[in-house]
């Protein structure tokens, strides 16, 4: 515990040895154990303090209470996930329900397959809570969420990090044998629903995924349930592949009629015709009828009136959802609360986890009507409560973002949001509940060239944090690596002032750039990801080169001297230090900068050779106490 390296260190410090540096202070063999115990925390430090700085052991102690502190609070914020309800409408379903419940109790997989908003969830979440399954898996039914994150943000580290989410693990460290050891104890149902977002062909990672999957598969007491609008599906395991149709005639009326039951029989069938018999459409044209008091004659008039301005605008073909989706924000009760309510779309569906009920008011500042909107669209099925976030079904999502989210940089609000969650990047508790979402910003932000500096040193502050927070795989890596500086402050005039100004701003992106290369290798490390830290981190070196700037090959130089520190390589790191120093002190003597920063970037050099030297003299009398 952390506690127990409290009284490690007290310990320590109270031998009063007198070196500045903590790894040439504290006892090499202690090292590893502090770190195995302090896990999230020690991340941080190597981190953030670069290790070779100049801290003292009273310091030190200050900030693992700081940290302690921040862990607790955390850990006593994040609850374990529970089990989604059983529907409270569900009719016309029972054949599939049958069919899937038999499959898995035979342990087969099985795999709901069909269109957005035919249902396919809503089975599962049947299926979950029936008493044939709940007796064959006891409290060994996890289902796992992917509706909560895009598709470009997934990669192998992501996906495992989803499904330690449902198995209700503490830590996303070495996730893959955690997910396989937490998946071979007994019988277990596994639910991944909405899995189109991992199973497209492009995404990062494709193949990694779908042998974990077919590695999960392989097991005699797994059995796994997917819910999918695609028919590609990991090769290597014998799915039962069942077809999801539309509610049959008089399951579509039950359903309609579960919300707005004052309907003539006849009219409902003609209404529910129209719709193809779509089960999400006719949840949200009931509730549209019951919201704002239409009479049956009155919803046909304004589903059909929608359908003809959607054909007048050139739309050809259109399917009835979006007819459906058309008519309930056209409807009286929406547009009564004026032009926020597409903001507020816009921004549900940009954010992969939706709004946190508890931010409307700091996302949308002076509206003061902006959780009666939020209230009306859920009153309406176009949006849903998921815990305390305020979120959109898959297939209202890509409407939205396909008709509305064509630039959501112009919507007014969207620099609040950006602005409210770059603050929060070293907020460990809403790091770890929303690191999706502020990835997601990030990765949006990082387009806008005059605010890359800013957005690399928030996404390097994210990193830390999240070391600190839970942990997680993040997708922020091609972004950073494929960035393109020499497209970056180009449009200069010919002033010198301003050729100079924009080689200052390359060179801070350049090295912000590799800083977050750096943190996100750390992280990999951390996550045991070990292949993948190490590709990260010889990626950054060789940016570092290509770049042909003196003071950022002798920044990474001291970066790597660090690591070299760190692991003990001392003669590595004192190399690497005195490499750093020349190429400072030569650009210091011909450009003549001798104050500020650049002086402290060669005293900081200087000091950290001087402790490499007093650590490599020191190393047979520490040997000798040893």
Known sequence: SVDEVLDAVETQAKKNMRSKAFHATVNQENIPKWRHKLTHCVVLF??????????????????????????????????????PARPRVFVGRDGLVKSTVQSLIACHHVALIGPGGIGKSTIARAVLNDERIAYRFQGRRFFTRFDDMDSSQVNLG?????????????????????????????????VLDNAETFLEPLIQDAGRIADVIDELGARLNVAILITTRTIVLPPNIAWVRLQVPVLEESAACEAFRAYYPAIDTSILIKLLAAVDFHPLSINLLAQAAVQNEWSPQALIFEWNRQRAALLEAGNGKIQSLTVTIETSLNSPSIVRLGKIVPYLLQIIAFLPQGINKTRLTAIFPGVLNIETCADALCKQSLAYLNGDFITLLAPIRLYIMSCLNGNISTNPFFGQVRSLYAAYVRDAEIVGQENVNIESILIHWLKAPRATARVLFSIKEFLLTLSLSSGQSVSLHQ????????????????????????????????????????????????????????????????MASLSRSPVLLAHMETIFATVYFKHGNYLAAEHLLQQALKKLTFVSAIFMFGTGRWRRLINLVMHNLHIVRQTIQNQPQQSASI
């Open 158 to 190: 992501t996906f495992l990090d989803q499904i330690v989410k449902a198995l209700g693990l503490a830590t996303s460290v070495n996730v893959h044998n955690q997910v396989s050891n937490a998946l071979s104890t007994s019988d277990t149902l596994l």
């Open 479 to 542: 972004a950073v690596s494929t960035l393109d500086i020499s497209k970056l402050y180009s449009s200069v005039s010919g002033i010198n002032f301003n050729i100079r100004v924009s080689i200052f701003q390359r060179y801070r992106v350049s090295r912000a750039r590799l800083q977050c290369l750096l943190a996100i290798s750390h992280l990999m490390r951390f996550l045991g990801q070990i292949e993948e830290a190490e590709g990260v981190l010889t990626e950054a070196r060789a």
């Open 46 to 83: 190597n981190m953030e303090l670069h290790i070779a700085s100049n801290l003292k052991l009273d310091e030190l102690l200050a900030k693992f209470r700081e940290f302690q502190i921040g862990v607790s609070n955390y850990r006593m914020s994040n609850q374990e996930p529970t089990l």
